[in-house]
């Protein structure tokens, strides 16, 4: 009996040490392996998104820096969203480095792993759940409609009906425009019908175009309050007309096409948003850039609703 024993025991030791190992987090099929690998996180945002974002003119890279020559360094950028990426990349332990790719390529997905998360205020939407992650978001905006200050025509939204309104291609603005924006857990009233929507790349030269004169070449811009504060305090002819159109959350993104799981980058990210919420330095940053507390609604909102994990 005892011999029976020791061979039956024998073979199970044999046949646990012949079977495959359970493939663990590496480099080669996980994201956060990867960056913790590599000792850089790569950021995509935007060059000229103030008070966002904001590439520095004739800033140079940091001495001794990990990023590639194509990347900028922290140094190089300011900005709500810069500050956001910085301290995600530091709690990480990694080197944050930034690109700024154009504005419809970050939404549009299929990144082809050249950067590993965007930070940009991407509002989280239903069709951009089909291409993107979203992490928890680091804070909750309104969306405004800005006209020219000489304007007395313009009071409510349904006034700029057929009217020629700016707003950056691929954003939540053109959804609403065209009437196809969707939010979780919200229904949008579309105010305004038949606009003749004139595309950007960003808001910048929107606003700008509209500062010409009021109707010379726009007769509003759609944006974020944050933006939209940022171009009245910097001087630009523009005010903000009435009430928000609705109000988004904005979100850390990661591509879903990527050929190695972001489950795990996903949940740390949002671990270190909520400790950002959680220990007031958002609500800070949001104060400092934007004037603002815009983070309370973020705070509380429920990632796990979306069950994203569980989408095809």
């Not at 304007?151 to 939540?172: A, M, Q, W, Y």
Request: proline share 6%; glycine share 6%.
């Amino acid at each position: 009996m005892k011999g029976t024993v020791v061979i039956l025991i024998n073979t199970l030791i044999i046949l646990t040490a012949c079977a495959p190992a359970t493939a663990g987090p590496t480099p080669q099929n996980d994201k956060l392996a990867e960056i913790l690998a590599r000792g850089t996180l790569v950021i995509a945002t935007d060059a000229d998104y103030a008070p966002q974002s904001k590439l520095l003119p004739d800033s140079s890279p940091a001495p001794e820096t990990k990023c590639s020559p194509v990347q900028y360094t922290a140094s190089q950028l300011v900005g709500f969203d810069v500050n956001v990426a910085v301290e995600i990349a530091r709690r990480l332990g990694v080197e944050p480095c930034f690109v700024t790719p154009p504005w419809s390529q970050l939404v549009a997905g299929n990144w082809g792993d050249n950067w590993d998360i965007h930070v940009g205020s991407v509002a989280i939407t239903n069709d951009r759940m089909v291409a993107l992650y979203f992490s928890q978001p680091y804070y909750a905006t309104p969306t405004v409609i800005l006209i020219h200050k000489d304007n007395t025509t313009f009071t409510t939204p349904e006034e700029l009906s057929d009217k020629r309104i700016g707003v950056c291609v691929g954003c939540t603005f053109e959804a609403y425009l065209k009437g196809t924006l969707q939010l979780p857990g919200d229904t949008i009233e579309y105010r305004i019908q038949n606009a003749h929507v004139i595309g950007y790349e960003n808001e910048e030269p929107a606003i700008r175009d509209l500062s010409e004169g009021d109707g010379v070449k726009l007769d509003a811009v759609i944006t974020i309050f944050p933006k939209a504060k940022q171009a009245v305090d910097s001087g630009s002819p523009v005010r903000i007309m009435g009430k928000p159109l609705w109000f988004a959350y904005a979100s850390v993104t990661f591509d879903r096409s990527s050929r190695r799981s972001q489950a795990r980058l996903l949940d740390e990210i949002s671990t270190i948003i909520r400790e950002l919420h959680a220990d007031g330095t958002l609500q800070k940053w949001s104060m400092e850039y934007q004037g603002i507390d815009l983070t309370q609604e973020a705070a509380r909102f429920d990632l796990s609703s979306l069950n994203q994990l569980l989408q095809p």
